[in-house]
C-alpha cells in the first residue's frame, strides 16, 4: 500500500518568530508549526523580512518576504500594509505549491495575519484549506489600550494618538479580518471568550469554531541585542513583568502598585523585560512616580528564560487579551506564584487562590495587596506556584493538542 503524503501546511504569522519584534502571534506560530510537523506534515512559517528567503528553522521552514509600498521601496511592517503584504503572501504561497507540484494545501492564520489565506480561497486554482487560529479582535485590543492610556500617566498626546487610530485604521481593518473570519473554513480557539467577542462583534455562528488546547514552550529568538544585560548580577529576589509593552499590558497599573508598595516600605525590586511603543513612556512614569530606583527596564530579551526562573513572582497587569497570554502560560510551566488580572481568557488559566491571585483590572491597590501578601507568606507562595504548574501540565500538554489538531488534519 503507498503511503499517502500528509497534505503541506502553511503557516502565517506575519513578523518572523526569531526577529526581536516578533510577539506572541509569532512564538504560537513557532510552537503550533513544531506540533503540526510532528504529525508528519511540510510545515512553512510565513512572515516579512528584511530580504526574501527560505531558512530551514526547527519547526520546519521560514518563508521571508520582502513587504515593500509599491514604487516607494518603503518597507511595510504595520499592520495597515495588511492587504499589500498579504498579497504578496498569497503570491508567494502559490508559487511554492507550484514549485512543488501541491494540488492541494493548507493555510493557517495567525489572527489578522491570515488574510492572505482568504485571498487564496478565492482566487487559487489549487484546493485550499483555510484555517485561522484568532485569539482576539482588531477592535477589542486597540480599545484595551485606549483605555489603559490614562492622561495622567503618559499625557494627552498618546490617548489622541490611539483614539485616532481606533475610530479610523481598527475600523478598516475590522472590516478586511470580517473578510477574513467569513473565508475560513474553521477558525480556530483556545477560549470560550475569544469565541465570545468575535460571535458579538462580527456575527460569526459558534458552530465554525474549533477548540483546542494552547500550547506554548519558551524558546531563545535568534536575535542580535544592543543592550547587555548581566543576568549573574541580578537581585536575590525581584518581580518579573515580561511582555511587549503595548498600552493594553497595563505596565502603568503595575508601576503604580510598586509606588503602592514602596510607601510600605516594600523593597524587593521590579524587572520589566520587553520592548515595544510604551518602553519609553513607561521609563518616564517610573521616574515621575519616584520609583525609578526599585524598577528595572531591561528592553527586548531574546531569552526570558533565567529571568523567570530566578523571580519570586510574576506579576501580570493586562487589561485586554481577547483569550490568555503567552507569558502567563510562561510563568506556569515554570511554577511561579502568579498576580494577574481577571481579564478575558486569563480567568480560564487561573483559579483565583489556587494557580494564582486574580485582582479586577486597572486597580493597582488589588495588586499591590495580592503581591505584599505572597511575598510576605512563603508557603502561599509556594502554594500558587505548585498549583500554577500542576495547571500547566494538566491543560497545556503539546501531546493533548497534538491529538486535537490531528483529528481536525484527518478531515482533509
Avoid at 487562590?353 to 510576605?376: C, F, Q, T, Y
Wanted: charged share 25%; aromatic share 12%; net charge positive.
Amino acid at each position: 500500500m503507498i503511503k499517502k503524503d500528509k497534505t503541506p501546511v502553511f503557516i502565517i504569522s506575519g513578523k518572523s518568530p526569531l526577529s526581536a519584534s516578533g510577539g506572541g502571534y509569532s512564538s504560537f506560530a513557532f510552537n503550533l508549526a513544531k506540533i503540526i510537523k510532528k504529525l508528519g506534515h511540510t510545515v512553512y512559517i510565513v512572515a516579512l523580512g528584511n530580504e526574501t528567503k527560505q531558512t530551514k528553522i526547527d519547526a520546519g521552514k521560514l518563508l521571508l518576504f520582502k513587504a515593500t509600498l509599491p514604487l516607494l521601496n518603503v518597507n511595510i511592517y504595520a499592520l495597515p500594509g495588511l492587504p499589500i503584504y498579504s498579497i504578496i503572501f498569497a503570491r508567494g504561497i502559490q508559487k511554492i505549491a507550484d514549485q512543488n507540484g501541491y494540488k492541494k494545501f493548507i493555510v493557517w492564520g495567525i489572527g489578522p495575519w491570515g488574510l492572505a489565506g482568504a485571498f487564496l480561497k478565492i482566487f487559487s486554482k489549487s484546493k485550499v484549506t483555510f484555517y485561522d487560529n484568532y485569539f482576539t479582535t482588531i477592535r477589542h485590543e486597540w480599545w484595551g489600550g485606549v483605555r489603559a492610556l490614562r492622561i495622567k500617566d503618559y499625557g494627552l498626546w498618546p490617548k489622541i494618538k490611539y483614539l485616532a487610530i481606533y475610530f479610523t485604521i481598527a475600523q478598516y481593518l475590522a472590516l478586511l479580518e470580517k473578510i477574513t473570519l467569513k473565508r475560513t473554513d474553521k477558525i480556530i480557539t483556545n477560549y470560550s471568550s475569544t469565541e465570545q467577542i468575535i460571535n458579538k462583534e462580527f456575527g460569526i455562528d459558534f458552530k465554525k469554531f474549533y477548540r483546542t488546547h494552547s500550547y506554548v514552550q519558551i524558546y531563545k529568538r535568534r536575535v542580535k541585542i544592543s543592550n547587555s544585560n548581566d543576568f549573574t548580577k541580578l537581585p536575590a529576589k525581584y518581580l518579573f513583568f515580561f511582555s511587549r509593552q503595548d498600552p493594553r499590558k497595563g505596565v502603568n497599573f503595575l508601576l503604580h502598585a510598586m509606588k503602592i508598595l514602596s510607601e510600605r516600605d516594600f523593597k524587593i525590586p521590579l524587572i520589566i523585560a520587553g520592548g515595544g511603543d510604551m518602553l519609553k513612556y513607561n521609563m518616564k512614569l517610573a521616574t515621575k512616580l519616584k520609583i525609578e530606583k526599585n524598577v528595572k527596564f531591561f528592553g527586548f530579551v531574546n531569552d526570558t528564560e533565567p529571568l523567570m526562573k530566578g523571580c519570586a513572582l510574576f506579576a501580570f497587569p493586562s487589561i485586554e487579551e481577547g483569550s490568555s497570554a503567552l507569558t502567563i502560560h510562561e510563568a506556569m510551566e515554570m511554577g511561579l506564584p502568579i498576580v494577574t488580572t481577571a481579564c478575558d481568557g486569563i480567568v480560564e488559566d487561573i483559579k483565583n487562590g489556587k494557580s494564582g491571585i486574580l485582582v479586577p483590572m486597572e486597580n493597582p491597590e488589588a495588586m499591590a495587596n495580592a503581591i505584599e501578601d505572597i511575598i510576605r507568606n512563603p508557603n502561599l507562595a509556594k502554594k500558587l506556584g505548585r498549583g500554577a504548574k500542576e495547571a500547566y501540565k494538566k491543560t497545556f500538554n503539546s501531546n493533548l493538542v497534538k491529538r486535537e489538531l490531528g483529528k481536525l488534519l484527518q478531515k482533509i
